[in-house]
């Protein structure tokens, strides 16, 4: 039975358990009463043995089934660093609240079973570990410290409080200050004892150039190399496209084509023609297309699956495929026929798109582009780049005059555009960080940005209409109650959020951002606003996209580096070619809740491992900076101190305990410490200077002290 249609069996158990008519029954009671087959009696025991496991219903010893009067659940433990944790359970949208000390030594991540103690109306229910089901780290990254006679691992990921303990004789040789995997061999679970280990590779010392990024590779389990299996498949496929493939596809060849990408960006999936057609536009969107060549049930299939995104490290990229193919067969390089599959959109002077055609292509790239080449021709008239590229400028400037056209049509429904800077870390040949730099969008990224969005878009609709299973991109409405308080929090600086039946429309949410855009309070309001909204995942029901205020969304545009764009493709491919029969469409069916669910995780823990070796390149380069002072924004007010941003993008703490002025106190819902006494504010997005106290390159965190007026010279001699 497949995860979906388990889940609705399992909700029209529990609600027949949960109605005040109901009298306990037994399995072939049930089954009568719900008018289930004899056939089909197999299918209701699945449900209800999975109801047990998960202990949302119990039996009796006489054989019937009722609702378990303690509420047992089953679900994944979430530590925080701070001592206390939360249990994740699917299908409940808010967490259990854990507190110190009654998780049973659980870890984060493990699979486990609690009791809820107490579950207030309005309030987070609260619960107790009772079982650890499954163990989630079995192996350990992190930092060893020996003793004479053992040793001990700090784990990098400080979501896991208890050091591993190594006896003696099972460290490999390791010494203090090396960057270890250890391999957990004992739990003790409420025994109140340190899990234990031996240490299966040693990585390094921790400070030597690059241990510090393999270590997040091997604490979040990135893949690091590709299998034979995958290689061999790999070896076996052509690196040019052959006559027989060019034949079956629409040649595109003659239009002239164009890729916009980063200077060092080698997987090229997108390249775009434009041309006038009458007083309409036909713009070209053209993907590589990468299905072709990885074939569903392969190896290299299976592998791209496991993996689900490329992932962009500081100093490397994981690809979720080969550069064989990544950066050969399946990528639109210059000069060179490409298969493609291809948007065709025709849009109108109000940038609408009137019509469209999905179609297998055959291109030919005329010219290899970069953002800051088209930026600037488009932007500054740079006269060199302009004679370099004299054949396409023109192209280039109703690329431009398009792209405003779709985004002003975009903005005019609501959509919401977050523009918070990126950064850009250049590193030496060591893997050095030596710069730091804020990475704003310009013209020509916003230009790819609009047309892939108008061929997601445009996708999506025609697959939504066709009712054939399809991957979607969702983007769901912010809960209600953190409007609610977003609502209350903007009050305090004179802006409203006008919400209809507690349901807020991206349109109130957009003219908010406009109303802020240049004041004092931007930051401020716009970080709060983000953490107001819900994060975006894969699903196979179309339930539309808040943030850009879209009925129908879904990933196209990048099937080299995502695998949820490279599975939609294989549909749209049979579609074409009529074969996405009956038989098909079940198949697809079954097996797309597995990829949307497994991809969404799969995308999470590649943002950790990117947000993870930027701090610490961060940290590293920061070290060279102790003592000195910086302007700097907060950018996060917690009852324990402020986080403080520098221009760079930067971030820091400034404890609460260095906070010697007053004793501050936290005002949650205003964002804001404000001191017993003296009355000093701080706030969101308030302008201070700090100093650079610490750094911790193996916690990863650098420390700020406030810096007021006159203070340089009592630092100096502390």
């Known amino acids: 039975m497949d995860e979906n249609k388990l889940e609705k069996r399992k909700r029209v158990i529990l609600d027949l358990l949960a109605d005040p008519m109901y009298k306990p029954m037994k399995l072939k009671e049930l089954a009568i009463f719900l008018d289930i087959p004899k056939e089909s009696r197999r299918e209701l025991k699945e449900v209800l043995d999975c109801l047990l496991e998960e202990g949302l219903v119990s039996v009796s010893t006489k054989g019937k089934f009722t609702l378990p009067k303690i509420l047992h659940y089953v679900g994944i433990y979430l530590a925080n660093a701070r001592g206390f944790g939360f249990v994740q359970i699917e299908g409940r949208e808010e967490d259990i609240f854990i507190p110190e000390g009654c998780a049973m030594d659980a870890l984060h991540g493990d699979k486990v079973r609690i009791v809820v103690d107490q579950q207030i109306r309005g309030m987070r229910a609260e619960g107790h570990v009772v079982e650890i089901l499954d163990h989630a780290n079995k192996t350990v990254v992190g930092f060893y410290r020996k003793n004479k006679k053992f040793g001990f691992v700090l784990p990098d990921n400080q979501k896991i409080l208890s050091d591993i303990f190594i006896p003696d004789g099972q460290d490999m040789g390791a010494v203090s200050g090396h960057k270890v995997v250890v391999e957990v061999t004992h739990f003790f679970e ?125 100093d490397r990229v994981i690809p979720m495929l080969p550069h064989r193919l990544s950066n050969g067969i399946c ?193 401020m309001i716009s970080r709060v606003t983000l953490r107001s909204m819900k994060q975006a995942r894969y699903q196979t029901e179309c339930t539309g996209h808040f943030g850009l205020a879209a009925k129908y969304y879904t990933h196209f545009t990048s099937p080299i580096r995502r695998y949820p764009d490279l599975q939609i493709h294989r549909i749209i491919k049979e579609n074409l070619a009529g074969k996405l029969n009956q038989s098909r469409q079940k198949h697809y069916s079954e097996h797309l809740e597995e990829v949307a669910v497994q991809t969404s995780v799969l995308e999470r823990r590649a943002q950790e ?72 504010k701080y706030t969101l997005g308030q302008r201070v200077k700090v100093r650079v106290m610490a750094v911790d390159r193996l916690m990863g965190t650098i420390d700020f002290r406030l810096e007021m007026e006159g203070e340089e010279d009592e630092w100096l001699m502390e």
């Open 190 to 314: 409420g025994k109140r004892r340190k899990p234990e280990g031996r240490i299966i590779e040693i990585l390094g010392h921790a400070n030597d150039p690059g241990v510090d990024i393999l270590s997040i590779v091997k604490m979040l389990h990135l893949p690091e190399q590709f299998s034979e299996e995958v290689m061999e498949e790999v070896a076996n496929i052509p690196e040019e496209v052959t006559e027989k493939e060019k034949r079956t596809r629409l040649d595109l060849r003659d239009k002239m084509t164009v890729t916009i990408d980063g200077e060092d960006a080698k997987d090229l999936d997108d390249a775009i023609t434009l041309e006038r057609d009458g007083e309409n536009w036909r713009l070209g969107v053209h993907i590589a297309d990468v299905s072709h060549y990885v074939r569903e049930n392969t190896a290299l299939d299976r592998e791209a699956f496991a993996r689900g995104t490329s992932i962009y490290l500081v």
């Open 331 to 523: 990528s639109l390089n210059e000069g060179v026929d490409r298969l493609a599959l291809s948007c065709i959109m025709d849009i109108n002077h109000r940038g609408e798109i009137i019509g469209h055609q999905i179609a297998e292509t055959l291109i030919r790239v005329n010219h290899r582009m970069s953002y800051t080449e088209v930026n600037a021709m488009i932007t500054h008239h740079d006269q060199d780049t302009i004679e370099k590229y004299a054949e396409c400028v023109e192209m280039f400037e109703k690329m431009k005059e398009l792209a405003d056209l779709i985004r002003k049509k975009r903005v005019e429904r609501g959509s919401i555009d977050f523009d918070f800077p990126e950064c850009k870390i250049l590193l030496d040949e060591k893997g050095s960080p030596i710069e730091i730099k804020a990475y704003e969008r310009n013209a020509a990224n916003m230009l790819i940005e609009d047309f892939m969005l108008a061929a997601n878009e445009t996708v999506a609709e025609e697959y939504y209409w066709l009712e054939l299973p399809f991957l979607y991109r969702v983007h769901d409405t912010p809960d209600p109650e953190k409007i609610q308080q977003l609502a209350t929090f903007i009050q305090n600086f004179g802006y409203t959020l006008h919400a209809k039946n507690k349901e807020v429309h991206p349109k109130e949410v957009q003219k908010l951002l406009a109303k802020i855009a240049g004041e004092e309070v931007e930051m």
């Open 609 to 680: 491992a990117e947000r993870e070796t930027i701090k610490y390149k961060k940290c590293e380069y920061m070290q060279k900076y102790i003592g000195q002072v910086f302007d700097g924004i907060i950018c996060g007010v917690t009852r324990y101190g402020l986080y403080v941003e520098l221009p760079n993008t930067v971030e820091g703490l400034v404890h609460i305990q260095a906070m010697w002025q007053d004793y501050f106190v936290y005002v949650e819902e205003r964002h804001m410490l404000i001191g017993e006494t003296t009355n000093i």
